[in-house]
């Protein structure tokens, strides 16, 4: 089975993933996936030129390669750029994620195991209009002031700037519409972990 999990920035996606990953869930990280791709070493690809060509190279740090928060501090200001940037990447994410629920596919099918469960943590599913590679949509919700709070608590982000990031993506009650599960990770760690623990009984039976 392979589900989507996604919600707002600084929501609580990722610790929501260490969690399902922790009861053995295989996790498909798209964020990860984003990070590769803008490393020219790694990714082999074009996608790098395409983003120098369009922004310029006072995206470069010294090492030559981008530097992600100049890259951020651009389009976070300007929505058209966001979403230039998101048209280059978004459709080689889509392309990777693809291939490693293909490859996961394959060995589950080798190991004759019909029962595992493909965790894409994703961001921007909805937004990407990628909700048909999934089975089920997990959305992990939190309130806008504690998304603003943990973003700033993890980065010298002003509130003004959180706020614009938290303002570039879908809200989240617009995201909790696709839902088949919505994580309420407003409260304790422990809260968080009794409803993961419950969706994932869901998913093991489904
Ligand atoms: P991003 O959108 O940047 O990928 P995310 O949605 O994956 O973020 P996390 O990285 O899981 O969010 O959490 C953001 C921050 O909030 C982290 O520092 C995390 O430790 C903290 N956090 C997550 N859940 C809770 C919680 N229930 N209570 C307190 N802090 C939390």
Do not use: Y
Not at 57 to 70: E, F
Not at 138 to 166: D, F, G, M, P
């Amino acid at each position: 089975m392979v589900v989507g999990l996604t919600g707002g920035i600084a929501s609580g996606k990722n610790t929501v993933a260490v969690m399902f990953n922790d009861l053995g869930a295989k996790i498909i990280d798209a964020d990860k996936i984003a990070n590769d791709l803008i490393n020219a070493e790694i990714s082999g690809n074009n996608i790098f030129t395409k983003i120098v060509s369009l922004f310029g190279k006072g995206i470069l740090n010294n090492s030559g390669t981008i530097d992600k928060k100049s890259l951020a501090d651009i389009v976070f200001k300007d929505r058209k750029k966001l979403e230039c940037l998101n048209r280059i990447m978004h459709p080689e994410i889509i392309r990777i994620i693809k291939d490693k629920i293909a490859s996961f596919r394959h060995s589950a099918g080798v190991r004759n195991d019909s029962k595992g469960v493909v965790i894409i943590n994703a961001p921007l599913i909805v937004e990407a209009e990628a909700i048909s590679l999934v089975d089920k949509l997990i959305v992990v919700s939190a309130s806008i002031e504690n998304q603003i709070a943990r973003l700033r608590a993890r980065s010298s982000l002003t509130k003004s700037e959180a706020c614009r990031r938290i303002d570039a993506q879908l809200p989240i009650k617009e995201k909790e519409k696709f839902a088949d599960f919505v994580i309420n990770n407003n409260n304790e760690l422990e809260e968080t972990e009794k409803q993961v623990k419950k969706i994932w009984k869901e998913l093991c039976n489904e």
